[in-house]
């Protein structure tokens, strides 16, 4: 079975502050993909990255980055110099090698104040 | 890129109706999904098509539940006989078929059912 767990259901934070989301994964597959999605208040969800489970590599785009570490399941994402508009649900998302079904997380709330 | 679109945005139903939900996906993407969202959770799968075909069906779509993609391009998703507990968000996405094609998803229909 698959599992993705975002232990952080809210966090608040300061504008500039640094925040990041925790995601742990659990999975029997070896090839898997990892995704994180953005969903503002208007409610799409917003494609931020994705990640295959052969490349360890860690990413950076702007003010985000991302780190993805099988030695304990985990792929959190790091905002820097948070901004009000990066204030949103944030989710983590595994899909198994062979099909396409994604399994989210239950979400985390960030709420960046001014 | 238009994106993808759903409609409507909101629907109100007294419990026992029928509804229908429309989804249509980027027009280059032969893959179309279809999530349910509740408060507070993540996106749980429901089913998937490629082009035409419905490939995978989630064990939470019941009997009353039906999706069709009748020429691949948009998809209906029909509830007969709603019941409170249906009331959600309904999410389309679509993507280019390959295992690293990013799933994009709508605005969603958000269904009360009174």
């Known amino acids: 079975a698959q599992k993705v767990t975002q232990a952080q259901t809210e966090i608040s934070v300061v504008e500039k502050e640094d925040v990041t989301l925790d995601c742990v994964y659990e999975t029997r597959d070896t090839t898997y993909y990892l995704f994180w999605y953005k969903q503002p208040p208007s409610g799409e969800l917003v494609f931020l990255i994705r990640r295959n489970s052969f490349d360890e590599q860690n990413e950076i785009s702007g003010r985000y980055s991302w780190n993805f570490q099988k030695s304990t399941s985990s792929f959190n994402f790091t905002i820097t110099a948070s901004q009000v508009v990066d204030s949103a649900v944030y989710f983590c998302a595994l899909m198994r090698g062979s099909n396409y079904k994604l399994t989210f997380g239950k979400g985390t709330l960030l709420t960046v104040n001014p | 890129d238009t994106g993808v679109s759903q409609d409507p945005r909101h629907k109100i139903t007294k419990r026992g109706q029928n509804v229908t939900f429309r989804c249509d996906p980027i027009s280059e993407h032969n893959r179309l999904y279809w999530y349910r969202q509740t408060l507070g959770q993540g996106p749980e799968f429901l089913t998937y098509?490629?082009?035409?075909?419905?490939?995978?069906k989630s064990r939470l779509l019941s009997d009353r539940f039906s999706a069709e993609r009748p020429k691949g391009s948009f998809s209906t998703l029909e509830i007969q006989r709603t019941e409170q507990g249906d009331s959600a968000m309904y999410l389309c996405a679509s993507s280019l078929q390959g295992w690293d094609s990013p799933l994009h998803f709508g605005n969603g229909t958000r269904l009360t059912v009174t």
């Open positions: 098509f490629q082009n035409e075909a419905q490939l995978e």
